[in-house]
């Protein structure tokens, strides 16, 4: 687990300048690699290519230095990840006489890929962003995994192409200040967070997940490919007890897969169902106590470290379990938010980034349930879909205003509760009659409406979601299987494995998600839609594959989940900072909000009037983001 960074110029340059400019890179990310660094230089009379990294040591702590090269020298690779099926990839190459001189990951890639080449990206099981530079073919490969666990940036000027793991290494190295992007801010303030392959920045990018660079040198040039289609299983006519045995063979594989580390590891454990299930999986492959880790909040509403503890109990897990305060975030809130280098605006980074910090006084490594709602289908989002549905065919469309307007006052809450109330709210404002509730109700920040009051008018994107809608080919989320692939493009790349990623690093602690498999993605997909969600029950046979190894009733439990109390802190320690982010002044200087709507939304929500916690939240994100990183830029 580290950190890439990379330069290609299609022009000669000193090799001072081309290092200098990989150190300053790699300087900033030292917190993904702290345990040591590692630069490729290749310079001729036509172009430069520079290749840098961090390292966190997790395998073969002894001989996995990089970049590592092939015995010609020919094929180097920087690596940031690890690869869970790279014991058996190994394994495969033996047999054909490939000769290893280490134990690392990162040289199963490059033997495959010297053997492959870049068609052998689609045989790695992990979370991965690496570049490979062939000197024979004068080209650069850069991928990503399959569901974008781990991050890539890119940009490219006249003369330079510049890669990285965070957005602080690559904007750095540019020689002028980006404009923000009108496609990046909106999708902000709709979504709370921007998706591949957008940045909040102009011509700054993120790779899509399952994809990679085939960038050529001699022609400074680049294309974007595909890595690998997913494979298109049939088990509709499965029985659910023969798909339920499978499921819990497939999660228990892949926790066993990815707890394989040279240091030790233990689990975030919330007591919901998915950490809970990971945590026990781990717990029963080991004749060793697990270290479990969980976190807590002063505001009872927010707090259920109960839940925990139950799993804790039943594990006989050496638990650790951190109770946070105002006083923590009003500590750290700063370090965590501007660590994302663009606008974020997932308020749950704030405890993640703690718990992330309790454990690495602990471990190295920490395995999460990530990825467990949107493989089995665990979201409310997901239910109010069929809902809409439900809705649509009996309230006709000229009667749904004349509904809202008689519901919503009754639905307004002064407070951050997030409770019944709340998520009504939420699915009235989403209903659809024309196919687009599923992209209304992932807009967790401002409704389209909203954003055309939010915005000045030289600010405004429509159909933000247009391309989204085309290149994972649903215009109309109607299912549950739609529900979950817009899910994997969107939130899951753009909104968690961010958060997790960018907080765990932060404190140099390696997360892994055994759910986040692309084999278990494939057989879910494979099976009848009701196994995964039953009536209202929502991942339900991954509740039933499990249940018999916990308390009666332990895994249908609602769970609140890892939410934290922003809208009353935004009232208390924030109140001073987010006052002066609507000075009138400020604001017109700024030229992007309509004043109007702004302002009195932060002043209602600031006395108390209405609670607007979350495009409120939102508006802090962006404006410190902006004070903070884009004006020092």
Known sequence: ??????????????????????????????????????????????????????????????????PMHSANNNISIVFNGEIYNYKALKSELEQQGVVFKTTSDTEVILKLYEIEGPSSFKKLDGMFAFSIHDKLKNKVFITRDFFGEKPLYY??????????????????????????????LNLYFRLTYIPAPHTIYENVYKLKANHYIEYDIINNTFVIEKIGDLNALNNKDISFNSAKTEINQLVRQSVESRSVSDVPLGTFLSGGVDSSIVSLCLSQMTNKKI??????????????????????????????EFIINEKDLENNVDDILLNFDEPFADSSALPTYLVSNKTRDFVKVALTGDGGDEVFAGYNKHYMGKLNDKYTSLVPKFAHKGVSTIISPFLKTKDDKRGKRFKINRLLKAIDYSGEFYWNIISLAFTDNEKEQLFLNHRLESNIFKSYKESIKIEKPSSITDFREVDRHLSLEGDMLVKVDRTSMLNSLECRAPFLNKQLWEYTNSLPENYLM???????????????????????????????????????????ELESYIDKKYLESQNIFNLDFIIPMVKNHLSGKEDNTMRVWTFYCFQKWYLNTYALV
């Open 1 to 66: 687990m580290c950190g890439i960074n990379g330069v290609i110029h299609s022009s000669p340059i000193s090799i001072d300048r081309l290092k200098s400019q990989l150190t300053s890179m790699n300087d900033l990310i030292f917190h993904r690699g702290p345990d040591e660094d590692g630069v490729y230089l290749d310079l001729n009379d036509t172009s430069s290519v520079g290749m840098s990294m961090r390292r966190l040591s997790i395998i073969d702590l002894t001989t996995g230095k990089q």
């Open 155 to 184: 940009t490219k000027t006249d003369n330079t192409f510049i890669y990285a793991s965070e957005l602080k290494s690559l904007v750095k190295q540019l020689q002028k200040k980006p404009d923000i992007s009108n496609i990046g």
């Open 291 to 320: 270290d479990t880790f969980s976190i807590g909040f002063e505001k009872a509403t927010f707090d259920e470290t109960d839940k925990s503890r139950v799993v804790a109990n039943l594990i006989n897990s050496n638990h650790h």
């Open 534 to 576: 039953k009536g209202w029950s929502k991942k339900h046979i991954l509740k039933e594959a499990f249940k018999k190894e916990f308390p009666e009733g332990f895994l249908e439990k609602s769970k609140q989940g890892f939410g934290v109390p922003v809208g009353d802190w935004l009232r208390s320690s924030l109140k001073k």
